[in-house]
């Protein structure tokens, strides 16, 4: 049998957020999934990308069935993987399988055409993979193309003429709700890459005020300063999260930090109970209990949301795509 390139995952397309997010792999994690992949059978080289909206094993196999079956294997045992769930999974082979690694490399298979983050992702899976040694020759030429073709894609069309992201779609979703953002208090969980962008497209609407809450404060320290805001020891955050207006959540918390209960006493305690509190959750896995949609006076918004949000530029990076 030819060895074959091969891609086995799932994404935004075809599994709801609530199925991503349960197939989601952590990045220490991804490390052992590394590992394991690449001394499974029918396996010789491997790539996990983990991201938001999809979950993918890029595959060099000397045997496509026992590929397959390896990583079947693997997310059985590590995430309760059941029959009824593969119809989420597909399984692209040689020309399928590299077409769909370029697109996901130029951002053309991302929610939002054209996001410019997907690009350090890709590279920072294929790093992730290298340190461990499960890629070699075959992947690292792929990989190595893939970016290539991203790069020309971003220089020679107009893909990356309106940069539109998941925070940008954050923004527009606050703004809808909202009214307008002038003045708005802006609190934001985490202090990732995702909360920055988030925030400064806030900012750039004419949000007022930035609160930081992080597990580290000192994190939470650095970026407040960057946004010219206030960081928050995490274990205040109750009281701030009562008076904000917008809150952004992306944090790398395992297990959810907000449940529907605690968002009902948080509403009692708002001191603008004449405004909705607009709740965007960008986190994988998600940091919002999804019963807090079902709070009065807050709006919560995840993954899946950002996908419907009107896109003025949508066309034109269509076109290009």
């Not at 750039?204 to 930035?210: D, E, I, K």
Request: hydrophobic residues 45%.
């Amino acid at each position: 049998m030819e060895p074959s390139l091969m891609v086995v995952g799932l994404n935004y397309r075809t599994a709801p957020v609530a199925v991503r997010e349960h197939f989601w792999i952590s990045e220490n994690r991804r490390y052992e999934a590394l590992v394991q992949l690449s001394k499974a059978e029918g396996i010789e080289e491997v790539i996990v990308m983990a991201t938001c909206n999809r979950t993918e094993f890029w595959l060099w196999a000397n045997d496509v069935t026992l590929a397959a079956n390896s990583v079947m294997r693997l997310l059985s045992a590590e995430y309760g993987l059941k029959l009824c769930e593969w119809k989420h999974f597909y399984r692209l082979l040689d020309e399928c399988a590299l077409l769909h690694i370029f697109r996901v490399a130029s951002s053309l298979d991302s929610m939002v055409v054209g996001e410019p983050q997907v690009v350090s992702q890709v590279k920072q899976a294929w790093q992730q993979a290298q340190k461990v040694g499960a890629t070699g020759r075959f992947l690292d030429a792929v990989l190595q193309k893939a970016l290539t073709v991203s790069k020309r894609v971003r220089s020679e069309t107009a893909i990356g003429n309106a940069p539109v992201s998941i925070p940008y779609a954050a923004v527009e979703l606050a703004r809808q709700v909202l009214g307008t953002l002038e003045n708005k208090k802006v609190l934001l969980l985490g202090a990732g890459k995702m909360s920055e962008l988030s925030a400064r497209g806030l900012l750039n609407h004419g949000a007022g005020s930035v609160c930081v809450i992080n597990r580290t404060l000192e994190h939470a320290a650095e970026l407040a300063t960057k946004l010219g805001g206030v960081a928050i020891p995490f274990e205040e955050r109750w009281q701030h999260m009562a008076e904000t207006d917008i809150i952004i959540s992306s944090t790398s918390c395992p297990h959810t930090i907000l449940s529907r209960e605690e968002a009902e006493v948080m509403v009692r305690e708002r001191t603008n109970k004449d405004l909705p509190l607009v709740i965007v959750d960008i986190a994988m896995p998600r940091d919002i209990d999804s019963a807090v949609r079902d709070v009065r006076g807050i709006f919560l918004y995840d993954l899946d949301d950002l996908e419907n949000v009107v896109d003025h530029n949508a066309g034109e990076r269509e076109a290009a795509a």
